[in-house]
Structures are given as structure tokens and as C-alpha cells.
């Protein structure tokens, strides 16, 4: 074998290692990315007028500001990255957005739409506990307590008892 087709043999083994030892260069910088940072609005089921701004996948302890309207307010992000805030917001302010110092607005949600999920789920919850509650014993029992009984609630709870009563009773 001459010098030069010693050369076209190797030629492929250094390409193939050129090309595996790239592949590590070129993968590393998508292993780096930081997750990406998603925010929403909930509504504090003890005090309807303030509101839980939950936020995640945010740079640990980076200063993150929370606006709605004219208003402001700066919290910083935990160890983990998480943060959760309540404060109180307009219902007429419009839409909650989040913005890590130095990265993108993100939009939370609005007031709206954070009381719209409150009503489903209180509703949803009510019905769950009527119907287990009238499949179990076949009444239709109000729900009892020291509080107040939250309207939704008490529609969803009524319903799943119908429910319930019609179908196992």
C-alpha cells in the first residue's frame, strides 16, 4: 500500500471521529437552556378581592417584577426558581404579567379569568362531594359548616346529589 492510499483509508476514520467528537459541542449548548419561565393568576379562596401570582421555571433568585395596570410589585425568585405572591389587583386592570429582570414579559392570566377557574372549581368540588355524598347515604343533605358555603359550591354540590340520588337510588 503507497503513502497515498494509506491516506484514503484514514481519511474516513478521521472524518468519523471529527464528526463524533462535534456531536458533543453541538449538544451541549441544548443541555444548558434553562427552562422556560410560565406564570398564572389564582384567586385566594379566603379573600376574594386578592390573588396568588404563581410563577415557575425562572432563573433561582433573580428579581422578578409583577405588573397589572399602573401597578407594580417585585418579588425574587426562590432557590428553585419558583415564586408566588399574593396581592391585590383591579378587576378592571386588565391582564397579570410577570417579567424576570432582563427576560421576556410573560402574561399570567387575568382577574377574570382567574375568578372564571374559582367558580369551576368550587362548583366541580361541590358536585363531587354531593354525589359521593347521596350515592353513599341517598339524601340530598345541604353541606353544613361554620362558614359560609361558597354559591358554586353549593349549586355543584346539589347537583351531584340529584345526580347521584337518580342514578343509584
Known sequence: MNGRSRLAALAPLALSSLALGSLPLMAAPAQAVTPKATCHVTQDAQKPDRFNVVGTGLTPGADVSIKQGGATAFFR????GGLSGTLTVSQTGGPVTMQEEGGPQLSCGSVKQAEEKQTQDQ???GYK?????AKATCKAQAPQGV????PNYEKGFNAGAAAAIAKFC
Not at 362531594?129 to 355524598?133: I, P, T
Not at 362558614?147 to 361558597?150: G, I, L, M, Q
Request: aromatic residues 12%; glycine residues 6%; hydrophobic residues 45%.
Open 77 to 80: 425568585a426562590s432557590a428553585e
Open 123 to 125: 362548583y366541580a368540588k
Open 129 to 133: 362531594d354531593g354525589f359521593n355524598l
Open 147 to 150: 362558614t359560609a358555603v361558597d
